[in-house]
């Protein structure tokens, strides 16, 4: 039946014909009472609508999945449904109907996120369901017209959910909730409730876990003005970065340099201890920082250098370690730096055998930057010919080829040969043809010999079909 059919039957029954109907259909589908349930909401107890949307939601998730597995086909529709319920929820709540709109997400965000479990969400869709539900119970919470009645509800609520570990080993989603909790929690002044849910999650969390909820406690005693359990708890835990960089922060704005610094040294230390490199490099960041306030710049060159390669070249410190010296004393620093790294590769490398034979150190790696900085393009063009695969040569070949073409080409040549010699399937050949073709775009003086190339390979392998396709196109 068609749309317009539809509505014309319908306009044509009477109340009592319609209520004849919704009875007969309502006794034999749970789906259709759920759905007029919540259609009907205002004329329903709460406890009425918060069942009429789970019988909903498990109608759709079992119907959305095979053996309890819903795969990711079927995760994109599954999500949708779960959307429209969610949709309703926040049409209440802009409605003003707070108790309605907290009983939608109640009813949702536990069966969705123990079905996540069993749910292929490769694309993310129902991640993004979750987030909504989420986002739900927080708008609710901080609802200015939302009774506090209400709020208290969604906060015992919240400290339940926050007990499963699943919210916390499935995406984000528990750190989102807590945010939620400890600003209600704040507004509530609900103190207690609130260190005794963090005691329980802080008793059983890992490492990243603790230091999310340690940040987030401090956070607590700062914005409720408890000074002295905020001071306590930083005081306690010094070992968080996240925890020290908050007392760094703090002696840096009262410009006690001395004290920031101390701050950091010991921060390094722990870091170096524990391995992680990633925050040492952070803590000296901040260390250079200061340092630039203070206008040491004995300090500042001598950390700037270290940061310059401290993973991979750095151009920005290196400007900064350049800044620090005066113009005459600029070039012989340069050059003293640049000596200094290729002596320290020679020694790293010292002896290493690699597919090619004995590894070059990798001085065209390190030392590009400072080169093209300095327009020291002959350099680069030295290390160049020492390269050994078409694709390492490629990585300069916009920068040089203006300045050096003929010399670009004759490294080109035999390493367009070599590639001919290695390359296996079509895409490869395809890669090799393609090139030729930009190279000869580039150099058209090379054409020629470039072509050569590629002929000199069409006849060394006569028996590759796909490379002769390939190849031709370049002739």
């Given at each position: 039946m068609k749309k317009a059919e539809f509505k014309a039957l319908v306009l044509k029954l009477n109340e009592e014909e319609i209520r004849r109907f919704v009875l007969h259909y309502g006794n034999s589908d749970n789906n259709f009472r759920a759905g007029l349930g919540i259609f009907f909401s205002d004329k329903q107890s709460d406890a009425t609508i918060e069942q009429s949307f789970q019988s909903l939601l498990a109608s759709i998730i079992k119907n959305s999945s095979s053996?309890?597995?819903?795969?990711?086909?079927?995760?994109?529709n599954f999500a949708s449904k779960i959307d429209e319920l969610v949709h309703r929820g926040e049409s209440y709540a802009a409605e003003?109907?707070?108790?309605?709109s907290f009983l939608v997400a109640k009813a949702l965000l536990e069966p969705v996120m123990t079905a996540a479990k069993n749910i292929d969400?490769?694309?993310g869709y129902v991640g993004d369901t979750i987030d909504s539900i989420i986002h739900l119970l927080g708008t609710i919470s901080s609802a200015k017209d939302a009774p506090t009645d209400l709020k208290e509800t969604i906060l015992d609520f919240l400290a339940v959910q926050l007990q499963s570990e699943v919210y916390f080993e499935y995406g984000g989603f528990g750190k989102d909730m807590f945010v939620i909790y400890q600003s209600n929690a704040a507004l509530l002044g609900k103190v207690e409730p609130y260190e005794q849910l963090i005691s329980k999650l802080l008793s059983r969390a890992g490492r990243y876990k603790k230091e999310f909820l340690i940040l987030k406690q401090i956070d607590f005693y700062k914005a409720i003005g408890e000074a002295s359990k905020e001071a306590e708890l930083i005081s306690a835990n010094m070992e968080i970065k996240e925890v020290r960089k908050l007392e760094v922060n703090k002696a840096i704005s009262q410009e006690n340099y001395s004290k920031a610094k101390s701050l950091i040294d010991v921060g390094i230390k722990i870091a170096k201890q524990n391995n992680h490199l990633g925050t040492v490099t952070e803590w000296k960041k901040n260390r250079l920082l200061i340092l630039e306030l203070e206008g040491d710049v004995p300090e500042v060159r001598a950390l700037t250098k270290t940061l310059i390669f401290d993973s991979g070249f750095s151009l920005d410190y290196y400007r900064r370690w350049k800044a620090t010296f005066p113009i005459g004393e600029l070039d012989s620093a340069i050059e003293s730096f640049i000596n200094e790294r290729i002596q320290?590769?020679?020694k790293k490398y010292q002896n290493q055998m690699g597919y090619y034979g004995k590894i070059h150190p990798p001085i065209l790696d390190n030392l590009a930057g400072i080169y093209f900085e300095e327009k020291y393009f002959d350099r680069v063009l030295e290390l160049v010919r020492m390269e050994k695969t078409l694709d390492s040569v490629l990585r300069f070949h916009r920068k040089l080829v203006p300045l050096f073409?003929?010399?670009l080409l004759q490294i080109y040549l035999p390493l367009l040969e070599r590639e001919g010699d290695i390359a296996s399937d079509r895409r490869m050949y395809e890669g090799l043809a393609g090139n030729m073709k930009n190279l000869i775009n580039d150099m058209p003086k090379g054409k020629n010999q470039i072509q050569n190339i590629a002929e000199k390979l069409m006849i060394k392998y006569p028996r590759k079909p796909a490379m002769l396709e390939e190849l031709k196109k370049v002739m």
């Amino acid at each position: 039946m068609k749309k317009a059919e539809f509505k014309a039957l319908v306009l044509k029954l009477n109340e009592e014909e319609i209520r004849r109907f919704v009875l007969h259909y309502g006794n034999s589908d749970n789906n259709f009472r759920a759905g007029l349930g919540i259609f009907f909401s205002d004329k329903q107890s709460d406890a009425t609508i918060e069942q009429s949307f789970q019988s909903l939601l498990a109608s759709i998730i079992k119907n959305s999945s095979s053996r309890g597995y819903i795969d990711y086909k079927s995760v994109s529709n599954f999500a949708s449904k779960i959307d429209e319920l969610v949709h309703r929820g926040e049409s209440y709540a802009a409605e003003g109907k707070f108790v309605t709109s907290f009983l939608v997400a109640k009813a949702l965000l536990e069966p969705v996120m123990t079905a996540a479990k069993n749910i292929d969400d490769s694309s993310g869709y129902v991640g993004d369901t979750i987030d909504s539900i989420i986002h739900l119970l927080g708008t609710i919470s901080s609802a200015k017209d939302a009774p506090t009645d209400l709020k208290e509800t969604i906060l015992d609520f919240l400290a339940v959910q926050l007990q499963s570990e699943v919210y916390f080993e499935y995406g984000g989603f528990g750190k989102d909730m807590f945010v939620i909790y400890q600003s209600n929690a704040a507004l509530l002044g609900k103190v207690e409730p609130y260190e005794q849910l963090i005691s329980k999650l802080l008793s059983r969390a890992g490492r990243y876990k603790k230091e999310f909820l340690i940040l987030k406690q401090i956070d607590f005693y700062k914005a409720i003005g408890e000074a002295s359990k905020e001071a306590e708890l930083i005081s306690a835990n010094m070992e968080i970065k996240e925890v020290r960089k908050l007392e760094v922060n703090k002696a840096i704005s009262q410009e006690n340099y001395s004290k920031a610094k101390s701050l950091i040294d010991v921060g390094i230390k722990i870091a170096k201890q524990n391995n992680h490199l990633g925050t040492v490099t952070e803590w000296k960041k901040n260390r250079l920082l200061i340092l630039e306030l203070e206008g040491d710049v004995p300090e500042v060159r001598a950390l700037t250098k270290t940061l310059i390669f401290d993973s991979g070249f750095s151009l920005d410190y290196y400007r900064r370690w350049k800044a620090t010296f005066p113009i005459g004393e600029l070039d012989s620093a340069i050059e003293s730096f640049i000596n200094e790294r290729i002596q320290f590769l020679e020694k790293k490398y010292q002896n290493q055998m690699g597919y090619y034979g004995k590894i070059h150190p990798p001085i065209l790696d390190n030392l590009a930057g400072i080169y093209f900085e300095e327009k020291y393009f002959d350099r680069v063009l030295e290390l160049v010919r020492m390269e050994k695969t078409l694709d390492s040569v490629l990585r300069f070949h916009r920068k040089l080829v203006p300045l050096f073409p003929d010399e670009l080409l004759q490294i080109y040549l035999p390493l367009l040969e070599r590639e001919g010699d290695i390359a296996s399937d079509r895409r490869m050949y395809e890669g090799l043809a393609g090139n030729m073709k930009n190279l000869i775009n580039d150099m058209p003086k090379g054409k020629n010999q470039i072509q050569n190339i590629a002929e000199k390979l069409m006849i060394k392998y006569p028996r590759k079909p796909a490379m002769l396709e390939e190849l031709k196109k370049v002739m």
